[in-house]
């Protein structure tokens, strides 16, 4: 199983508090995810507001309950910025590994293509 995680909303919280407040975001949603994550999971940053972790052996029910549950506890997180506390968001695209995808390229782009729906259909929410 792969599922690229994405920070909802991360270029927002760049503009309006400043970058160092996104870093802080993603430090600590990052701190979530390994929390939440278990310890043959494999997880690693993947670009600018994006995560990515394999989820070895794992089928769809138990990375289902995995992932919502990494989702629920990172938007329950409360954020200080500025003194100012919030909220922040994740949407989750999710793969399981079959043969028909022949390189992992295939499959990184069949994961991304599973972020953008979660984008999509209103974030904090997992595509499958």
Known sequence: ????????????????????????????????????????????????????????ETGIDEAEKLLNSVRSA?????????????????SIGAVLWNPSYKTGAALIDRTEEKLKAAKDGGRNRIAW
Not at 74 to 90: D, H, L, M, P
């Open 1 to 56: 199983m792969l599922a690229i995680v994405d920070v909802d909303e991360l270029s927002k919280i760049n503009r309006e508090w400043g970058k160092v407040a996104g870093d802080d975001v993603l430090k600590q949603v990052a701190r979530a995810l390994k929390a939440g994550l278990r310890e043959e999971d494999l997880l690693c940053r993947f670009g600018g507001e994006e995560f990515a972790a394999m989820l070895p």
């Open 74 to 90: 990172i938007a329950n997180v409360e954020f200080f910025i500025q003194g100012q506390s919030r909220s922040a968001s994740v």
